[in-house]
């Protein structure tokens, strides 16, 4: 796969593993940015454009972009960490034009699945403006995501530190980047990008049930370090995390609904 070459990686994600006070940037080119983007919204909404504005049945908030963003709305705001106003801020302060409405300040547009719906099914101005923004913003989302996990693994790994996990997180973590030869795997860390957008950081007391966590820090802390094929250790811990997640979850949420396709996912960076 050749869809991540990052010049001068390996320094910037050292300085993540050890430590840094402060984290550079990683820089993708414009066609490794959109690799990355369709990689992603292959898992996301099977790379298809009426997907790029999404609502789950069932769920109190909308889905939007590649990493299909929570936005919530005004009047259900949840506990998960909201993705979509930080990720529009990130990408307007990067360039991005967005239509005139549409500011990282705003709530969802549509405060039901109803309502959602019904500017679906009409093709609504506002639904038609925001689906061209997102789909003609991908790689610059991508950018997000790596921005998300550069900022986001210092904080796992001092988690994991006061826990006593700081060794397993770290040799996971370096496990799935590097290959033998020191080089960047590209695959690796797709999988590292992927799925803290997909679950989060894993260590945010909002994002568990009954104590416990389903995102990066669960899966990094539970691969198997005897089996050689990090990417399989990987994929079968993210399996267990999840599964753990169908069952701890409130019965309200029906979770199990989504388990067959989170294991495809998982099953995906076997690829």
């Not at 790379?47 to 889905?63: C, M, Q």
């Not at 990282?104 to 925001?130: D, F, G, I």
Request: proline fraction near 4%; aromatic fraction near 14%.
């Amino acid at each position: 796969m050749k869809f991540i070459r990052w010049i001068g990686l390996v320094v910037v994600w050292n300085m993540l593993l050890f430590g840094a006070s402060s984290a550079t940037e990683l820089h993708l080119t414009d066609t490794q940015a959109k690799q990355i983007a369709h990689k992603i919204w292959l898992n996301e909404g099977s790379g298809k454009k009426s997907k790029l504005v999404w609502w789950n049945k069932g769920e109190e908030f909308a889905s939007v972009g590649i990493g299909h963003f929570i936005w919530f709305t005004a009047d259900q705001p949840m506990w998960f960490w909201e993705a979509f106003p930080p990720m529009l801020q990130y990408i307007t302060d990067r360039g991005a034009k967005p239509p005139r409405w549409l500011t990282p300040q705003l709530h969802c547009v549509w405060n039901s699945y109803a309502q959602w719906q019904y500017a679906k099914k009409h093709s609504t101005k506002k639904m038609r403006e925001l689906t061209a923004f997102m789909n003609r913003t991908k790689g610059l989302q991508a950018r997000f995501m790596l921005h998300r996990l550069n900022s986001a693994f210092p904080r796992i790994l001092s988690y994991a530190k006061a826990r006593g996990q700081g060794k397993i997180v770290a040799h996971n973590y370096k496990r799935l980047l590097y290959r033998k030869d020191g080089s960047i795997d590209p695959q690796g860390a797709y999988i590292l990008i992927d799925y803290i957008n997909f679950k989060g950081d894993g260590i945010n007391k909002g994002e568990h049930y009954q104590g416990k966590g389903w995102g990066l820090y669960q899966v990094l802390t539970r691969m198997d370090t005897r089996d050689p094929n990090p990417y399989h250790a990987f994929a079968k811990s993210g399996k267990w995390v999840l599964d753990r997640l169908t069952r701890i979850c409130p019965p309200k949420r029906n979770l199990k609904r989504f388990k067959r396709g989170w294991f495809n996912r998982m099953d995906s960076y076997l690829r």
